[in-house]
């Protein structure tokens, strides 16, 4: 264990082992923490539930652990973009942590007066009383991976934004082209117009198309390392970059009990919303990207790999019910067949 050295008020030294042997020995404490882009809203209650102390202070990881020093504290944070960093820095520190699903802690805790002192006093409350719906927190290298592929589709969907902007340039202009004018051609044909705007929205698109070839070498790299991937990429319709998002979004089969548990997940299981007689299906609560990368790869598997079984089960619900429907019920069947993938370590079979 790493000792790090401190200095009391009265100008003593220690070091961290020291006080957390006195952590050890300490009474049982609950500590919740309010997660905003610039301020934390601390609190620190008691097994009784009586509040011990209280802070707001800006983004300052040394304050967070000041303020917990020398407490035995179970510490709650709701699920979000800016949770990691302190989650990593109090589970290195010793603490017992976990990562509420924000969602599902306001269905549970609703309250009329909604200020961050009662957010942080709640999570505190429900921590204490063992009701906090916990969100999965993935690995580190997991969540390095995600960033990966996530920055790349958010770079594409950047390009595709520029060039609907570049058509929109043209077409205000009553200009006419034949053909993709984002050839080489076409990028001539564009280049000379002399038109500023679609100057400017060129260059971006050419600088983030290297960006995302870039990408695409590390995704590469990456893919033929991981053991999901490597699975996943035998798939008729699925690429590297498919591979490895679908990996990256799932992390851990095994926290799935079953396909259906899976298909949940990825959205791929319609939830139902009724008051009296009237119903409505929806999508649910769930991962958006792994529900948006499993209908597209399910969409060129059909249209590649006609023996496959799962090909033959869209055409016949297509058939029946139309397009729309067939493909969700196509990517919820590829999903099943990617939980016996990565559950029994197969490469994928025509069969399904």
Not at 181 to 210: N, Q, W
Request: aromatic share 8%; with cysteine.
């Amino acid at each position: 264990m790493t000792c790090i050295r401190y200095q009391t008020t009265t100008g003593q030294v220690g070091c961290s082992q020291k006080i957390r042997g006195r952590k050890a020995t300490a009474k049982l404490m609950y500590a919740a923490l309010d997660l905003h882009e610039k301020s934390i809203q601390c609190v620190l209650k008691d097994e009784d539930g009586r509040v011990i102390k209280e802070s707001k202070m800006g983004k300052d990881e040394d304050r967070i652990l000041k303020f917990l020093d020398g407490t035995r504290a179970k510490v709650v944070m709701e699920s979000g973009y800016n949770h990691q960093h302190i989650y990593d820095v109090l589970k290195e520190r010793g603490y017992d942590v976990t990562v509420a699903h924000p969602l599902m802690v306001k269905a549970i805790a609703y309250a009329r007066v909604k200020t961050d002192k009662v957010d942080a006093r709640t999570l505190a409350d429900l921590l204490r009383a063992d009701m906090i719906p916990e969100a999965y927190v993935p690995a580190g290298d997991v969540r390095e991976v995600r960033d990966l592929v996530r920055r790349r589709h958010y770079m594409v969907k950047l390009r595709t934004m520029l060039k609907n902007k570049v058509h929109a340039e043209i077409a205000t202009r009553w200009i006419k082209y034949d053909g993709n004018v984002f050839t080489e051609d076409g990028k001539v044909f564009l280049r000379s117009l002399s038109i500023d705007a679609v100057d400017d929205y060129l260059d971006t698109i050419e600088f983030l198309s290297r960006k995302i070839r870039e990408l695409d070498e590390k995704v590469k790299k990456v893919a033929e390392s991981d053991r999901y991937a490597k699975l996943l990429v035998t798939i008729p319709g699925v690429g590297w970059y498919g591979a490895l998002l679908i990996s990256s979004e799932i992390a851990d089969v095994n926290r799935f009990p079953d396909y259906e548990h899976l298909c949940s997940y990825a959205r791929l299981s319609p939830g139902v919303r009724q008051s009296g007689d009237t119903q409505h299906t929806t999508k649910g609560l769930g991962d958006s990207m792994l529900n948006w990368m499993m209908v597209q790869c399910t969409r060129v598997h059909v249209r590649r790999c006609e023996s496959s079984a799962i090909t033959r089960f869209y055409q016949q619900v297509s058939k029946r019910r139309g397009e729309k429907i067939a493909i969700v019920a196509a990517a919820r069947k590829l999903m099943r067949a990617v939980y016996i993938m990565l559950k029994e370590e197969q490469a994928f079979r025509l069969d399904g």
